[in-house]
């Protein structure tokens, strides 16, 4: 097993990503996709192992015309959201119905453009599974999650009006809370299990397929050990907090802030940035044992394998320290940031090289075009998976 | 000589080579095994310059050669890439980085705090009336299922105050006789608390509320509402912005484009008040239109300060009655920390710009130079 790891460092991508704002800004936009593939290209060519590196072969021009198109449909929206109340509802709808679209489009040019070791990467998934990953099992956990509220806002009114409530219905009821509850928890690790594979099992590297076996009852567990964490956390911080409330601001004040809230101001906002930390763990947590179980699962033709070590606490201070960064510098610290990040993601990313990557080779694939890719891009549509 | 690693076209097997350039633009490719390939520079695709990530030289049969040694390929392949090399001299100089950042932030603030209200304000008085009905259509509808009640004022009361807004009130605004207004009534209630307001929709509909009616103690106060709401109405501020939250949200998504979601959070906040900032610009720019018009019909501007303040008082009144334990010093200070986050400016600077207005009035002028926030 060997490391991946990564060359670049933060003055340097700071140098190129402040000249990348800079054009961005005074060509009023037009430069944005070349600033994209300087980017990337930082990103992927730092990314290296046994001294052989990743590569992002887009040009700026090849996005160019994409980019006007995928600038013109986000600006539409835009418009149309805020002028009509219809838009408002209509156009973010579209918006769902295109994700898993533009999921798989997105996969598919970003896979192709990239390469490793002079060998391209692809993405053989289809349009079709891409609706069921991304809207249909999303739509069926929405459904899950909602009902109970939903059944409740409308049945409770409905029946009171209608005079008593059937004893039925007070037995039935927690009842079908408990069940849709536990549901919802079991189709969200389903979803999880379902979207990993579809995005593993259609890559391939050159003639290479990966593949990946993921167990739904790993996931449930991961789920379940992540719920349990996050109480055990957010009961820490608020005990945590309170203390700390108490012994500064001292008890009778906090109590009389209870009555008036404008005196809470400073103890709301400490209790604020304690539980973006705490959840931050939480992510933290979830990610990393998720990204362990995928990578340990996963193989290159059976034949090359990959672990991950990303540990909760390396990642969750990882995120903590980048957003105090970027806050204090009002964001000019981004750029260390997101080498930061690229570089602990890259040294817990390990792959068994013991047969070597010599015999792979580029397939012919047809160009893709990048409007889907470009529009998800505009749109902030992302995967989600912390691969 | 530069070392490197060569690459059969699209293979992953590298194996160690070298390259060199002679005289008369030729370049030679030596492999390990002593085999060796000649040809022209001018056949060669040379990836730009980047930071100091390796770079690949693609030959004509799609094979590549790859090196870290940037400094020797720049030396022959700088005139082939003009621009990038332009690029690279401009991101590895630390003073120009420093030139290139300073010219940032001062651009970006610049863009935010005038290039957007001048150019929202541009685009938006040069499309066509007709776009202001496009967007109000249904609003009306909108507001009445979610938000009013039908007025409980007496007919008369209505008639008589609609009358005088016609006759009177709406011939003082001369700038867009496009404009059709009209004057509707309506309730609008949270709970308990009898709301008082008046909107303006960007179509020319001014909607005033009941509690607004019955808190206006003179002619003249309501007279001054009417006029600032006829202010957005002139100065299309709804379809301002419209544009400008267009704008800061595209500006936004290209400047952090590839963020994630602890940074969304903050550009959240940063648009909020962005937006809160433009549309105090366009209340200080509906009171003046009201002040102005106020003048030049004899109607003194201290009755606008009288009627907000009554207004501000009535809505605190009600809060408190709420909230019965009050701790002066903190609600002063939570009020400062709010006004950057209010759409309105500072009440008690609008009060302190009609006071000045009405000091005009008072010297019987009709024109009248204020200092203070526009």
Redesign the interface.
Known sequence: MKALSF??SGS?????W??N??L???TL?LY?PW??V??H??FH??SVLE???F?YHATGKQLFFAYLIA?AI??LY??AV?????GAIIFPLVLFLAIPWLIWRSLKFNMRITS?????FGFKGTAGAAYVNFFLYPFIFLLAIYIVPIGTAVLIPKLSAAGSVPTWIVVAAPIAALASIVFAIYMFAFMKKKNVSYVINGSRF?QGIFSTELETKKFLMITLKTLGVSIVVMTLAFIILAALAAVTVGLSTVQ?GM?????M?PIIAVMYVGVIFASMFIIAYSVTRQRTYIYKNSTLDNDIQFESTLKAKELSWM?VT??LM??FTF??A?PWAKVRMARLTLENTLVSTSGG??????QKQSEESSLGEQIG??F?VDVGLGL | MILGQWYEAGSAAAQPATLSFKEEGLYQLTLENALSYVGHNSTLAVSPRLGNVARKITFEDGSVFSTDNNDAIDKYFSKQHKAYSLLHTLESHSSLVIIALLVTILSTGAFFKWGVPWTSKKIAHALPEKTNQLIAENSLDFLDKYLFDDSNLTLKKKEQIQRHFYSNIVPLSKENREIKYQLHFRDWSDGNLSIPNALALPSGDIILTDQFVKLCKTQDEMDAVLLHEMGHVVHRHTLEMVIEGTFVSVAVMLIVGDSNGLVDMGVGLGSLLMSSAYSRGHEAEADSYAFKHMLAAHIDPASFSHIMTRMTEYMDGHNESNKRKKNELVEEEKKDILDYLSSHPNTKERIDIANQYSLCFKKGLEVCEVKGLQ
């Open positions: 060359e670049g340097e991508y700071f140098q190129i402040i000249v704002v800079l961005t800004i005074v936009g944005y600033a994209k300087r980017n290209r930082y060519a730092n001294g052989k590196n590569e600038m986000f600006i835009m418009v805020q002028v009509s109340p219809m490793f070791s002079n060998v391209r050159g009389a009555n008036n809230p404008a005196a101001g995120m980048n957003l970027i806050m964001g000019l981004f990557f010599n015999e792979y080779m580029t891009d505009a902030d």
